[in-house]
């Protein structure tokens, strides 16, 4: 398994783009019939995704977890972004259609993913973090996610957010995760910016033309970096970073995080005046 070490932001001043990328970047996630997951080392945040095609595959422990099986240790959360998929957890099936939300507790021990459609495979992003307790593995609908509308179309950034895991929403130790989707002719997301000192986050881009790309905004507020991304590709935003984007065309993305709270609000906006 890849795995990404903490940057500080007076080192992040004088990187190059290939740098960063390497640093922060976490491209190939979604491979025809495989599971991908790299350990980060904020919050020991794991990103991953899984697309299964022809086969099933299974949630796999790796050696540096030091554990007898995934999640020994840790919770974990999936959404779906493509077709109609399958997950089992010890047992028991869980049918995802598109932007559904899994969340599945500490101490299952056999998770795996199928697609149900050869021709419309399912596309799974998965984020897991440390976890203290059990909480009861739990199916959360798209249309069920508590909304939230906002922003507006002079700053083309009308969007929903769909909250999943949170303080009022699917119970978790540290996990925090959703996705927002721009309305059509909509490009920016979150602006303000923010941070949160409190929290890492991560960002993971879908339903953006192929030939588009996002311009993902990192770094302090007053030190800012771009990093360009393609459909499928995420990001990790230490604490000390702002994590916005805008892009070519309009675009959905799950952003999810881990650390001190579970409280979706827990942030600090940066005023645009005040960015540089
Ligand atoms: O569109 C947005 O704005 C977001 O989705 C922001 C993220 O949810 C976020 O950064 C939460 O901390
Ligand atoms: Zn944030």
């Given at each position: 398994m890849r795995v990404l070490h903490g940057v500080h932001p007076t080192d992040f001043k004088h990187y190059d783009t290939a740098t960063i990328r390497e640093r922060f970047l976490l491209d190939k996630?979604?491979?025809?019939d495989q599971l991908v997951s790299v350990y980060t080392h904020y919050d020991r945040m794991i990103v991953g995704g899984v697309h299964p095609v022809q086969q099933t595959l299974t949630l796999k422990n790796y050696?540096?977890?030091?554990?007898?099986?995934?999640l020994e240790r840790r919770e974990i959360g999936i959404i779906n972004v493509g077709g109609e998929g399958q997950v089992t957890v010890d047992g028991a099936s869980y049918y995802m259609q598109k932007l559904d939300c899994l969340y599945v507790g500490k101490g299952a021990k056999h998770v795996t993913f199928r697609s149900k459609d050869v021709g419309l495979p399912a596309v799974f992003f998965l984020l897991s973090a440390p976890a203290h307790t059990t909480y009861p593995t739990t199916l959360l609908t798209y249309a069920a996610a508590a909304k939230v509308h906002t922003g507006n179309s002079t700053h083309a950034n009308l969007r929903t957010i769909h909250k999943y895991i949170h303080l009022d929403g699917i119970q978790s130790c540290q996990l925090v995760m959703g996705l927002t989707i721009l309305h059509n002719g909509s490009i920016w997301n979150t602006m303000p910016a923010h941070v949160h000192d409190r929290r890492m986050e991560a960002y993971f881009y879908f339903d953006?033309?192929?030939e588009d790309k996002i311009f993902h905004y990192m770094g302090e507020g007053h030190e800012t970096r771009h990093v360009l991304l393609q459909n499928y590709e995420a990001i990790v935003s230490p604490p000390w970073s702002i994590h916005t984007g805008s892009a070519t065309a309009s675009y959905s993305f799950i952003w999810g995080m881990a650390g001190?709270?579970?409280?979706?609000?827990d942030m600090d906006a940066i005023r645009i005046a005040d960015m540089f």
């Open positions: 996630l979604i491979q025809p050696p540096n977890l030091r554990s007898e099986y995934f953006l033309p192929a001190e709270n579970l409280d979706y609000t």
